[in-house]
């Protein structure tokens, strides 16, 4: 039997330090809904500590990185409000391992979100909508993982930077996105690379709740997917992301100690 409690308490304590640790699946092999498991039991131990989950982040909604790690559905990971970095803040490597960031869109709920729906009542669900930066910071060892390794690990789920919430356009599926450090582009995509619409994950997002007995309620944050692909962080480095209609969103690395 996988020892859930265990390695929850494993994957907490090196969130919490910034500590690498070897591939659960080292010690033993375990199931996609075992590494839920563990990533909920987890999270409880930071509720447990006074954090409050505000939401959920998708993952894998590229089909091509999908299709690199064998996957044929998404995953996902709870935000909590730890995790919030406010917009133009300051980010201080120490607190993570392997830090990387990439842009995605945001957004808010306005009214409960739950069980299998489709596109078109998923978006008349949300409230408002901005341009959003995800940290997200495997705690495995050189950066490696297996697909139950990463949801164990709360699917990297680190940090986020929110821009200014604004009224969701009449279409999402295909802004521009370009993602600069000091100014110069490192990322240049569009919201069409999250499943040919970002929509479509929140979706997903309902129905994988749904299927463990649970949805998403009103005021949620859901971080719909990453539209270009991550760029490690380094120390001292101005990020921003802008996002067509919707403006920027950034913050900056503090230099090295």
Known sequence: MTDIAGYARIVDEAAARATAIPQLTREGDFTLEDAYAIQRASVARRVERGERVVGLKMGFTSRSKAAQMGVFDLIHGRLTDAMVIEDGGIVDLARYVHPRVEPELAVRLARPLKGRVGIAEAWAAV???????????????????SLVD????NSSSSGFVVGAWQTPPADP??????MTFDGLPVQVGSTAAVLGNPVRALA???????????????????????????????????VRAEMEALGMVGFTVAPRG
């Open 127 to 145: 409230e408002a909508v901005a341009p959003a930066l995800e940290i997200i910071d495997s705690r495995y060892e050189a950066f490696k993982f």
């Open 173 to 178: 599926s295909n802004l521009g996105i370009v």
């Open 150 to 153: 990463v949801v164990a690990d």
């Open 204 to 238: 997903a997002a309902a129905r994988m709740l749904a299927d463990a007995g649970e949805g998403l309620e009103a005021g949620s944050i859901v971080l719909t997917g990453a539209a270009t692909p991550a760029e490690a962080l380094r120390p001292g480095v101005s």
